[in-house]
């Protein structure tokens, strides 16, 4: 069915008896991968001869992206598996700061190996290619991301926007965007990362997503997804460089200014035991601070996940 998606994701009408004609099979099949695709929200029309996707929101403009953001290289591709894996797959080809967007991946997956719902068009479906010197500490890395991600919306005029240790940006309590890094295997004598970011802008009312989510659409409704992403890049970037040079301590400030949980009651929650306290920001490192009753415990991203109590 992904084939299908991928003949249509150009938003062009395409006659019924084409679509058989490349996907070598018959109209109820073609129908029934319609059928299978809206049930995870992507949104059809057809009349008698033609069928054509109706995306939540407008295609993304690769030429206008690529312009904008360079020298770095980018790649747009309309269905992908995973951005994150694709870029993972070509590692010993790329060059820093290389870009991958697509407009749905059907393979796509968050922290700890958790899915992550894509629908067509729907979301910030972003990879991108980074390395640092052998000696930098990566401990807090995806918090500055995160406030990467924060203030580029807030720059767009969103409100109401927190951060939740390590990898979640919230709106109003719920999940608008998450980050996963990735260390990538590539002999060049450099730390090699893959960072994934994926924000949801407009999902369909059927998404299928299991905890509270949210959308941008809910506090901003007219908004530039190509504009957004140009500048969420261009400041991410910029974050990194700052990050390799003055490393987390230089983020703390910001973090403590976005941190959605602080000085509140939390459980601190791993795959064999769960601990609970009032949550006291972060270190200079990154490690969260939670303060129990045998004193301040500190924790990093890899062990735990965080839950208001």
């Keep these: 069915m992904f084939e299908l998606l991928t ?13 058989t004609a490349l ?19 992507i949104k059809f029309e057809r009349n008698s001869d033609e069928i054509w996707l109706k995306p939540e929101l407008p ?9 904008r953001l360079a020298p770095y290289p980018v790649l747009v591709k309309p269905v992908i598996h995973s951005t994150n894996q694709f870029l993972l797959e070509q590692i010993a080809q790329l060059e820093k700061g290389q870009l991958c967007l697509a407009e749905y991946q059907y393979a796509g997956r968050g922290r700890r190996g958790r899915d992550w719902l894509s629908p067509f068009t729907g979301q910030i479906i ?4 980074w390395t640092f010197p052998p000696h930098i500490s990566l401990n807090g890395l995806s918090l500055v991301i995160g406030i990467a991600i924060a203030e580029t919306l807030q720059a767009f005029g969103a409100q109401r926007i927190g951060l ?8 109003q309590g719920r999940k608008l965007a998450g980050v996963l890094v990735e260390i990538a295997n590539r002999k060049n004598g450099l730390l090699n990362l893959i960072i994934g970011i994926g924000i949801n802008l407009a999902l369909p009312k059927q998404a299928n997503i299991n905890q ?19 500048a969420l890049v261009q400041r991410l970037y910029h974050y990194l ?6 490393g987390m301590a230089f983020f703390h400030s910001r ?5 959605a949980f602080l000085n509140q009651p939390v459980s601190l929650i791993s795959e064999n035991s769960s601990q609970h306290g009032i949550e006291r920001g972060i270190d200079s490192e990154g490690y969260l601070l939670l303060e129990t009753e045998q004193g301040l415990v500190r924790f990093n991203g890899g062990e735990v996940s965080l839950r208001r109590a």
């Design 255 to 259: 973090w403590t200014e976005w941190d």
């Design 241 to 246: 460089d700052l990050f390799e040079q003055k």
């Design 23 to 41: 996907l070598h099979c018959d109209e109820t099949q073609i129908n029934a991968h319609i059928q299978a695709l809206s049930e995870q929200g």
């Design 59 to 67: 295609l993304l403009s690769a030429e206008k992206i690529k312009q």
């Design 7 to 19: 003949l249509l994701a150009d938003g062009k009408k395409n006659s019924r008896q084409n679509l």
């Design 212 to 230: 509270p989510w949210a959308e941008l659409r809910e506090i901003l409704p007219h908004f530039d997804r190509d504009e957004i992403i140009i």
């Design 126 to 129: 972003l990879s991108a290619y």
């Design 164 to 171: 939740k240790w390590p990898n979640d940006v919230l709106l």
